[in-house]
Nanobody, 115 residues
Framework: QVQLVESGGGSVQAGGSLRLSCAVS????????MGWYRQAPGKQRELVAA???????NYAESVKGRFTISRDISKNTVSLQMNSLKPEDTAVYYC?????????WGKGTLVNVSS
């Protein structure tokens, strides 16, 4: 059974930092594209950052230079380092793994940034 479990969310003031982690079990995440998505209240889910199986990363324009996605192959985890957080970063953040017809999601972790 494939499981993605997010952790590291919480409340922080604007300008602060958080580090999200996604623990993956049931698959070797190194062979999958891994991504972090977020969904703010009343808005559609959007891609925040992704890392391909070969290590190429891409980011939403709104987080470039502030967020960094990385993976730890030995621990089978994917992390999202979030710096200089803004109130508009407030959302539920979801971990995703994708390969061909396989698509897995975690249940999400809440990030709340106050001004």
């Amino acid at each position: 059974q494939v499981q993605l479990v997010e952790s590291g969310g919480g409340s922080v003031q604007a300008g602060g930092s958080l580090r999200l982690s996604c623990a993956v079990s049931g698959i070797f995440s190194r062979f999958y594209a891994m991504g972090w998505y977020r969904q703010a209240p009343g808005k559609q889910r959007e891609l925040v950052a992704a890392i391909a199986s070969i290590g190429i990363t891409n980011y939403a324009e709104s987080v470039k230079g502030r967020f960094t996605i990385s993976r730890d192959i030995s621990k089978n985890t994917v992390s999202l380092q979030m710096n200089s957080l803004k109130p508009e970063d407030t959302a539920v953040y979801y971990c995703n793994s994708n390969r061909n017809n396989e698509d897995y999601w975690g249940k999400g972790t809440l990030v709340n940034v106050s001004s």
